[in-house]
């Protein structure tokens, strides 16, 4: 199975900031990485597919870069509502695995 | 729009098998090509995918499954295209397998000679305790 590391695990952040959050794979993939936004009682919603490509109606404040084995989702200026859990998930074989996530919360 | 609801007991017996149930909703769920996915998470833990089942515009080539090697000898997801539905049957259950259960559309993204999977729309989870 292809392992996944997210950094940092949590982040502590203010409304306005620009926040990174790093993906790293344990073999190379190309692009075929995903982010996902969880917040507790929702659905989750697809952010970035294919490493760069923002969902329809996703607000462009996100955007996903990399490739290969290391991968980022930068959310430009941090709106109250971004506050939640990220993954990343890998889709170059199955089974597909996600990252442990990352929770941005209020600083 | 397309929408996905999970339903099913949220307490379960050691030992005993799990049947949870994803209908879907403004639209048919026999059409795609699209992958059907179960995926689960368990507190505190990550994200762990369960395994897929396809559908096809095409019948003839709609069905055929995928399962997490991790769970291989104990998961079956099947098609109930009457009901718009896909099912999970999770079997011999532990303490471990208490998590919320997601079901989620896969669909593809096609660049060029590569294709990408990714999980487009998901149900808003149904949480499973497996204790006696």
């Known amino acids: 199975d292809i392992q996944m590391t997210q950094s940092p695990s949590s982040l502590s952040a203010s409304v306005g900031d620009r926040v990174t959050i790093t993906c790293r794979t344990s073999q190379s993939i190309g692009h075929y990485l995903n982010w996902y936004q969880l917040k507790p009682g929702k659905a989750p919603n697809l952010l970035i597919y294919a490493a760069s490509h923002l969902q329809n109606g996703v607000p462009s404040r996100f955007s996903g870069g990399g490739s290969g084995t290391d991968f980022t989702l930068t959310i430009s200026s941090l709106r109250p509502e971004d506050f939640a859990t990220y993954f990343c998930q890998q889709s170059y074989n199955t089974p597909f695995t996600f990252g442990p996530g990352t929770t941005v919360d209020v600083k | 729009q397309v929408q996905l609801q999970e339903s099913g007991p949220g307490l379960v017996k050691p030992s005993e098998t799990l049947s949870l149930s994803c209908t879907v909703s403004?639209?048919?769920?026999?059409?795609?090509?699209?992958?059907w996915n179960w995926i689960r998470h368990p507190a505190g833990k990550g994200l762990e995918w369960i395994g897929r089942?396809?559908?096809?515009?095409?019948?003839?080539?709609?069905?055929?499954?995928t399962y997490n090697p991790s769970l291989n000898s104990r998961v079956s997801i099947s098609l109930d295209t009457s009901k718009n539905q896909f099912s999970l049957q999770l079997t011999s259950l532990t303490a471990a397998d208490t998590a919320t259960y997601y079901c989620a559309r896969g669909l593809q993204h096609i660049e060029g000679a590569t294709s990408v999977w990714f999980f487009d729309l998901w149900g808003r989870g149904t949480l499973v305790t497996v204790s006696s």
């Open positions: 089942v396809y559908t096809h515009e095409n019948f003839k080539y709609s069905g055929g499954t």
């Open positions: 403004g639209g048919a769920l026999n059409s795609g090509p699209y992958y």
